[in-house]
């Protein structure tokens, strides 16, 4: 099975900032590579699939970049509604697997 | 608009068995794979197994192959989720989901229906 590391945990940072997550495969999975944001008693919200791509109305300050086993998630310019839980899973291959979870909190 | 809405949970022993349902609208169900994703309370998303369009794909968690078994009947818009051989381990917010196109994540799920296993 493919499994998937992200970091931080955790991030302390204040609105206007730029936040980068990253999230690392245990082998190559192209660019098959899916981002969500999840808030607390909410279904998770899927921002970025293929690894590059903007889910229809995501805002543009929301970026995924990285193939084969290196991705990256950024948010430039942190707004107040952005402060959530951020997921990374592979969609390569069965079964999928997410990350463990980056939780974007406010200093 | 897309809905899903699961049903079937609830409090079970270990050792016992569930069904979930997911009844789904607003879209061609036989047009779209169909995932079940679990989060135990306080915990990140575990995906639990995923359906092709026509069955023809199926596939489960370690976790969970062999104890579970995922079905759907595209007659009646509908995902099922068979649960045997419960565990505690297995306690958590079931979500029924949609995939939009292969391998492009899942971009709309249901509420969720909470299944406890415990004495």
């Known amino acids: 099975d493919i499994q998937m590391t992200q970091s931080p945990s955790s991030v302390s940072a204040s609105v206007g900032d730029r936040v980068t997550i990253t999230c690392r495969a245990s082998q190559g999975i192209g660019s098959w590579l899916v981002w969500y944001q999840q808030k607390p008693g909410k279904a998770p919200k899927l921002l970025i699939y293929?690894?590059?791509s903007l889910q229809s109305g995501v805002p543009s300050r929301f970026s995924g970049s990285g193939s084969g086993t290196d991705f990256t998630l950024t948010i430039t310019s942190l707004q107040a509604e952005d402060f959530a839980t951020y997921y990374c899973?592979?969609?390569?291959?069965?079964?999928?697997?997410f990350g463990g979870g980056t939780k974007v909190e406010m200093k | 608009e897309v809905q899903l809405v699961e049903s079937g949970g609830g409090l079970v022993q270990p050792g016992r068995s569930l069904r979930l349902s997911c009844a789904a609208s607003g879209f061609t169900f036989d047009d779209y794979a169909m995932h079940w994703v679990r989060q135990a309370p306080g915990k990140g998303l575990e995906w639990v197994s995923g359906?092709?369009?026509?069955?023809?794909?199926?596939g489960y968690a370690d976790s969970v192959k062999g104890r579970f078994t995922i079905s759907r009947d595209n007659a009646k818009n509908s995902l099922y989720l068979q649960m045997n051989s419960l565990r505690p381990g297995d306690t958590a917010l079931y979500y029924c989901?949609?995939?939009?196109?292969?391998?492009?994540?899942?971009?709309?799920w249901g509420q969720g229906t909470l299944v406890t296993v415990s004495s």
């Open positions: 359906i092709s369009w026509n069955s023809g794909s199926i």
């Open positions: 989901a949609k995939e939009p196109n292969a391998r492009s994540g899942i971009d709309s």
């Open positions: 899973q592979q969609a390569n291959s069965f079964p999928l697997t």
């Open positions: 293929t690894a590059s």
